[in-house]
């Protein structure tokens, strides 16, 4: 289980301007998290559109179609895939990063 929260994933989402009221919304949230925790084979598009789809009660064409539409109205449109592994990518480093600078002082040698 990925160390990144629903909220990081929210709060990156909205930075990019994927708009909440879009279902691709929901479908990149799942998507995310889903590479994150490791439960679908990130480089494989269709692993991913087939999980999600199966998660909302959708198809997968339809969770391929949402996502392509909500990315092309970004500021920086690139496709589905990279979209998605870049997103994973830049949370779980953030999260990481964080986790090294807060964490609690080690134990002094010596």
Known sequence: MSTVSNRAINDYLSEVGIYHSSRAYEFLLI????ILDGAVDRYRAGAIYDYVANQAG?????????????????????????????????????????????????????
């Open 31 to 34: 998507g995310i998290r889903a």
């Open 58 to 110: 959708v198809k997968s064409d339809q969770v391929d179609r949402a996502i392509r539409q909500a990315i092309r109205k970004t500021a920086s449109p690139i496709s589905n895939k990279e979209f998605l592994i870049r997103a994973a990518d830049e949370l779980k480093f953030t999260a990481d990063a964080n986790a090294f600078l807060f964490a609690g002082p080690s134990e002094s040698s010596g």
